[in-house]
């Protein structure tokens, strides 16, 4: 299927509103013009059964909305998005807030993500990779473990639901709000992507995996400021709050060459 931008405007391309699409094949948006836009609304899911992909132009646009008084938005599950182009979470001029979720499996790679404010982008074995840029004005929620892989400007909050797994690797962040929420959540990053975060909402069961910094021996912790050291060499720090400076950590190898706390 192949989504192009008619004659007509204002908005150039289709709408799918509340259907399920299974994509065996190729999905496009704006293969042959420019300013194609494909919107999913009202609980449309498409499922690519791991062979369908989704493929965005340079100037093409997938826009989730929601036309009624809910949240359901869209869901891509087990799809490989091809995005050199824009993926819109909700827009000013819809009111209900949409959802888009990224389940089973589902690959994003590239391009620009954005999530309107009020808005939701819910991970659910998902991977948002090849330097995508994603700007939050919404709420990313780790619904199940999830990777966010190379060069991902993350602002806003970012929530790990319980017992959920997210993985940061080489991502720019600009003031992220990184939140557990419940028990036994995994957060796992390296140096990098922990610059430009604060992490809330840590407990007893929960984890971090600063990885590839070495195995630390010892800490300081002032409150704000997790500093991880082995001896007296300073391997990386954490942002925390919602802790008094009189918070234990226990730290362990991560046996891959970075420290868990």
């Given amino acids: 299927v192949d989504v192009e931008a008619g004659p007509n405007g204002p908005v150039y391309g289709a709408t799918l509103d509340g259907v399920s699409v299974t994509d065996s094949g190729a999905l496009d948006i704006g293969d042959v013009t420019s300013g194609a836009i494909l919107t999913l609304d009202d609980g449309t899911t498409v499922t690519g059964g791991g062979t369908g992909t989704l493929t965005i132009g340079s100037s093409g646009t997938l826009e989730i909305v929601n036309n009624g008084a809910n949240t359901i938005g869209a869901t891509l599950d087990d799809v490989q998005v091809n995005n050199s182009g824009t993926i819109e979470v909700g827009t000013p001029t819809f009111t209900f807030d949409p959802t888009l979720t990224l389940d089973d499996g589902t690959v994003v790679s590239g391009g620009i993500m954005t999530i309107e404010s009020g808005d939701r982008l819910a991970l659910n074995d998902a991977t ?5 840029t994603v700007t939050n004005q919404g709420l990313i929620d780790v619904s199940g473990s999830s990777i966010i892989d190379g060069g991902a400007h993350l602002n806003g909050t970012v929530t790990i639901e319980s017992g959920q797994a997210l993985t940061l690797s080489n991502v720019t962040e600009s003031s992220t709000t990184l939140a557990f929420a419940g028990t036994g959540d995994l957060l796992k990053l390296d140096q990098a992507s922990s610059s430009g975060s604060t992490i809330s909402g840590l407990v007893l069961g929960d984890a971090i995996d600063l990885t590839g910094v070495g195995v630390a021996d010892n800490y300081s912790f002032d409150g704000t400021t997790l500093t991880l050291k082995e001896g007296t060499t300073v391997l990386g720090s954490l942002s925390l709050s919602g802790l008094t400076a009189d918070t234990q950590f226990n730290l362990a190898s991560d046996n891959n060459g970075g420290t868990t706390i």
Avoid: E, Y
């Fill in 128 to 132: 948002i990779t090849g330097r995508a």
